[in-house]
Structure formats: structure tokens, C-alpha cells
């Protein structure tokens, strides 16, 4: 598989882009960790400033925005993170 990753690009300590070699071209992944509805509003606004940013740098017709949801997080708080990236995202 790692001879199929062009780069790789940390934005932040949530947020990682992966450029990856396809047949048809390159394939954009944005992995998130989005900060969970208990964290401060501060936190949670910079994490969709960085993600609207890093979204912005990374236009392409083949992107993918994937977000980690740990079984530990309520499904509340999972459909919730996944509606504001979907948001963010189209």
C-alpha cells in the first residue's frame, strides 16, 4: 500500500491529508478527528476552521472526507460531527 501514497500532509493533531496514486489518478483523503460536544465551542470552532482550510488547499474532483468515531463517543455526538463536515465538505 505505501507505494501508492504520494504524500502525506499533517495539518493539525486532527486533521491529516493523503495523497494516494490510483489507476484513474489521485485520490484525496482528508482523515479527521472531530473534538467531541464536550469539548470547549473554542475547540470545536478551530477544528472546523482548520478542516474548511485544509478542504480549501485539497480541491479535487476525487476527494474523500473520513472521520474517526470511536466506539466511546455517544452516537449523538457521532451523527452530529458528521452533519457539520458533511456540511463543510459538499
Known sequence: ???????????????IVRTIKTRAG????IQVYAPRTIH???DVEIFYKELGKALDENK???SHVQQ?????????A??????????IAT
Do not use: C, F, W
Request: cysteine-free.
Open 68 to 76: 474517526e468515531a470511536p466506539g466511546r463517543h455517544p452516537a449523538s
Open 78 to 87: 457521532r451523527k452530529s460531527n458528521t452533519d457539520q463536515i458533511s456540511k
Open 40 to 42: 470547549d465551542d473554542e
Open 60 to 62: 479535487s474532483r476525487d
Open 1 to 15: 500500500m505505501t507505494k501508492y501514497v504520494e504524500k502525506t500532509n499533517i495539518q493539525s493533531e486532527r486533521i
Open 26 to 29: 489521485q485520490l484525496k483523503i
